[in-house]
């Protein structure tokens, strides 16, 4: 069995997708856990701050698929677990 890990992102939501349950998506898509930590919805942009878990592959493959939305990613790092 693969072993999950965390990751911190910040993503951003041009306004074609704000209304886009893209993060609903990558749950059912790639058996990602996202843990919204901070985000900032608007009519016409927004951003949100997550931690993402899951096994690397599917980490992997879930940024990709963000990108290839339209999402911007931003890796903010590893998650430190106590």
């Known amino acids: 069995m693969d072993e999950r890990h965390a990751e911190r ?3 951003t939501f041009p306004e074609n997708l704000v209304r886009t349950p ?18 900032a919805v608007e009519e016409h942009f927004g951003w ?8 690397e592959a599917s980490l992997d493959a879930a940024k990709a698929f963000l990108a290839s939305e339209g999402v911007q990613v931003d890796l903010l790092g590893d998650v430190l677990e106590s």
Request: with cysteine; proline share 3%.
């Open 22 to 39: 893209v993060l609903a998506q990558l749950v059912r898509k790639f058996d990602v856990d996202p843990n919204i930590r901070r985000a």
């Open 9 to 11: 992102v910040k993503l």
């Open 48 to 55: 949100i701050i997550c931690e993402l878990a899951g096994t």
